[in-house]
């Protein structure tokens, strides 16, 4: 078994859920009190994964990097590096889709062979939900893949 | 109440100091008590291994320097112990290598260093503005996290009390020294460690770099180069001792010359002859029988020639007890024999040219080629 570790980034605004993201995903547990950063925080999730008549245990440093404009000039020092990016925006705040793009560049402009991972989050806030439908979300996403492949 | 206790402080100062002196102060004056004791415990341990030739190697240094050996003996003291070592790629801030001394160390390791470089990455930014110059150290506590970095990778050392002098440049050859040795891999680092395995032995020696530790190179030359010295000048004494030794021996003194105790066996034209005045061999029990050999070495035309086997003393009578002539005859020493009497044989030789000596030697001590003829063999009492 080969044991590999990547670099990858949460990127997203402020408040749409990546430290709770991260806490899901890594801890298994969620918490809804929202855990402020002080702009960066490391996590670690392994996982094994096949890959061509092997196995890769793959060790994935999550850097979750705080979406405050405070940290924006820092957070392209943190996304050196890095072998992907989870994109997460809120279906409550369609802003947050839009913004999407800027990290996308960001990432892109240091690290050109990164791999990209969209993740919609709060979906089960259905009151708050202000992009209810599913298409409107997919037609952003759609709309952001043309723009990360152009 | 905190609030009113913070009022408090702050309007009287000096009357809360004197109320929590009694508490505070004496606490204060116990721990630095205990430190004082601790530091006092290490510098006389530090002067009870006075003789150990570190001690006298950092003696000799701190002369050379003008640094008082106490002061020398003082920093020795003070504590110092790398806890944890950590290899990290700079990019990525992925774990490449960690080692350290406590084998229940965190295995959070690559979470530590992923941190560590995002402070150095943010400290960079927040201070480094233009500016050439990097985080190099962090301090928490008593611990210090010393950082040094090259291109594609660094290192950060965790560290307890004050590192020796040193410390650092070897950090710094270290990480060089991978560096170079792995350029390749950690330019295109793949998330792979297992190919920098190698340098773990490199890293680990880090780990017992504040502790005493065996002489430093140059150390060693120079006491290698104090060894030789001292073997070179004993080994010339020795060799001299010896010469002067030989050229003593082989110099025949007029003394054994004039007691030797001579036999018919010495040919009348020899100086020799004419110096024996006693013939008879007082200690041993048939002392009259001694000069009848004389009579059938004379009548032998061919002498008998034999090798000496070891460094042995002449004596003037064929017996242990009798008187030494004060020479020796060496090992490989050609003789004439010139008779044999129960263990010993009567020999003859020359030391120089118008020089003889005969005086009497063990005869297991001289080697024969032929066997001895038996008329210069005297027969013993009852044999």
């Known amino acids: ?150 | 109440m905190g609030d009113a206790i913070r009022r408090k402080i702050r309007d009287a100062r000096d009357e809360m100091v004197e109320a929590l002196y009694p508490i505070i102060g004496r606490t204060v004056i116990r721990a630095v008590s205990e430190a004082i004791r601790d530091l006092a415990r290490a510098v006389d341990a530090q002067m009870r291994a006075s003789l150990s030739p570190q001690t006298l190697w950092r003696r000799l240094k701190a002369r050379i320097k003008g640094v008082p050996s106490a002061e020398v003996a003082l920093r020795e003291a003070l504590p110092f112990q790398v806890n944890e070592v950590f290899l990290i790629h700079r990019e990525t801030g992925l774990l490449l290598r960690h080692i350290s001394c406590d084998p229940e160390a965190s295995p959070d390791s690559d979470l530590i260093s992923g941190m560590l470089t995002a402070i150095r990455d943010f400290a960079q930014d927040a201070f480094g503005r233009g500016q050439e110059g990097e985080l190099n150290a962090i301090q928490y506590g008593e611990r210090r996290i010393m950082i040094e970095a090259a291109r594609h990778a660094y290192l950060a050392v965790v560290v307890d009390g004050i590192e020796p002098p040193g410390f650092r440049a070897e950090m710094r050859e270290r990480i060089i020294d991978i560096e170079h040795a792995y350029e390749k891999t950690l330019r295109n680092y793949d998330g792979d460690p297992m190919p920098l395995a190698p340098a773990e032995a490199s890293l680990r020696s880090l780990l017992t770099a504040g502790q005493p530790r065996a002489l430093s190179p140059a150390q060693k030359c120079v006491m290698t180069g104090m060894l030789s010295l001292v073997v070179i000048c004993l080994a010339m004494f020795c060799l001299s001792g010896r010469w002067v030794w030989q050229v003593m021996h082989r110099i025949p003194t007029p003394l054994p010359v004039a007691v030797e105790p001579t036999f018919t066996a010495i040919p009348p034209s020899t100086p020799t002859a004419t110096l024996s005045p006693t013939p008879t061999v007082p200690p041993s029990p048939t002392p009259t029988l001694t000069p009848t050999p004389a009579a059938t070495a004379s009548a032998t035309p061919t002498p008998v020639i034999g090798l000496m086997l070891g460094n042995v003393w002449i004596r003037t009578e064929p017996a242990a007890a009798s008187p030494r002539l004060g020479l020796i005859l060496e090992q490989g020493q050609s003789v004439e024999i010139l008779a044999v009497f129960g263990d010993w044989c009567q020999v003859r030789w020359a030391p120089q040219a118008q020089v003889e000596v005969v005086g009497w030697v063990p005869v297991k001590w001289v080697g024969t080629i032929d066997p001895i003829p038996a008329q210069i063999i005297t027969p013993m009492p009852g044999s």
């Open chain 1, 1 to 150: 078994m080969i044991s590999i570790a990547k670099k990858v980034c949460l990127l997203g605004d402020l408040a749409v859920g990546k430290t709770s993201l991260v806490s899901r995903f890594v801890y298994n547990l969620f918490d809804d009190k929202y855990v402020s950063t002080i702009g960066v925080k490391v996590s670690r999730k392994t996982v094994i994964i096949p890959r061509a008549g092997d196995i890769v245990e793959l060790t994935m440093m999550l850097w979750n990097l705080a979406g405050n404009e405070e940290f924006d000039r820092v957070r392209a020092s943190y996304l050196r590096g890095a072998a992907g990016a989870v994109l997460v925006c809120d279906l409550t705040r369609p802003e947050t889709l839009d913004s999407l793009q800027v990290y996308a560049d960001d990432l892109l402009s240091i690290n050109p062979n990164a791999r990209l991972a969209l993740a919609a989050n709060k979906r089960d806030l259905t009151d708050q939900q202000r992009l209810t439908q599913e298409q409107e979300v997919e037609m952003h996403f759609r709309h952001l893949g043309q723009l990360l492949a152009a």
